[in-house]
């Protein structure tokens, strides 16, 4: 290979997660669709769109917060990305192939902790048993503030500062 032959550096060889999808589900991929694919395949943080507009313009200037916006759409109609509403009024987005999970959000900071819990998930199907279903699926989303305090016994009022 010579060192003037730049095509081998914009052939990725391993494409994205995302844009492996996109592709078996018959999207035609544009630069900028397997740019955003990319992101969202590197992110661990469930990105806002806001956050991936961010994260696309910083590799490449020419992209629009509209075909993020559009392109988000689209792998949500298509089952590539999950909407989750984790507070904050902004919806965020989860990949589809990053198997099954449940998130934990600190809600002073929102970042979202992705766990599994095989309790959980016993308890989840005892229940929809119990009501006479098979379970066929579940999301648990908790919220919560690291290091809270237990709260204080009722009827005793903390003297404010």
């Given at each position: 290979m010579h060192s003037h032959d730049r095509h081998a550096e914009t052939t990725r060889p391993d494409p994205s997660r995302i844009e492996r999808?996109?592709?078996?589900?018959?999207?035609?991929?544009?630069?900028?669709?397997?740019l955003?694919?990319?992101?969202?395949?590197?992110?661990?943080?469930?990105?806002?769109?806001?956050e991936l507009y961010r994260r696309a313009a910083a590799l490449d200037d020419r992209i629009s917060v509209a075909t993020v916006y559009r392109t988000v759409r689209l792998l949500e109609e298509k089952g590539i990305l999950e909407r989750r509403d984790f507070g904050g009024g902004r919806a965020r987005y989860d990949p589809t192939d990053r198997g099954h999970h449940h998130?934990?959000?600190?809600?002073?900071?929102?970042?979202?902790?992705?766990?599994?819990?095989a309790e959980f998930e016993r308890v989840a199907r005892a229940i929809a048993e119990r009501l006479g279903f098979t379970l066929v699926g579940q999301r648990l989303e908790l919220f919560?503030?690291?290091?809270?305090?237990?709260p204080a016994p009722r009827g005793r009022?903390?003297?404010k500062a």
């Amino acid at each position: 290979m010579h060192s003037h032959d730049r095509h081998a550096e914009t052939t990725r060889p391993d494409p994205s997660r995302i844009e492996r999808l996109c592709v078996e589900r018959g999207l035609k991929m544009t630069g900028q669709r397997r740019l955003i694919a990319r992101v969202l395949s590197e992110a661990e943080d469930h990105p806002d769109v806001e956050e991936l507009y961010r994260r696309a313009a910083a590799l490449d200037d020419r992209i629009s917060v509209a075909t993020v916006y559009r392109t988000v759409r689209l792998l949500e109609e298509k089952g590539i990305l999950e909407r989750r509403d984790f507070g904050g009024g902004r919806a965020r987005y989860d990949p589809t192939d990053r198997g099954h999970h449940h998130h934990l959000i600190d809600v002073d900071t929102g970042r979202v902790i992705e766990f599994e819990d095989a309790e959980f998930e016993r308890v989840a199907r005892a229940i929809a048993e119990r009501l006479g279903f098979t379970l066929v699926g579940q999301r648990l989303e908790l919220f919560g503030r690291k290091g809270a305090p237990t709260p204080a016994p009722r009827g005793r009022s903390k003297p404010k500062a």
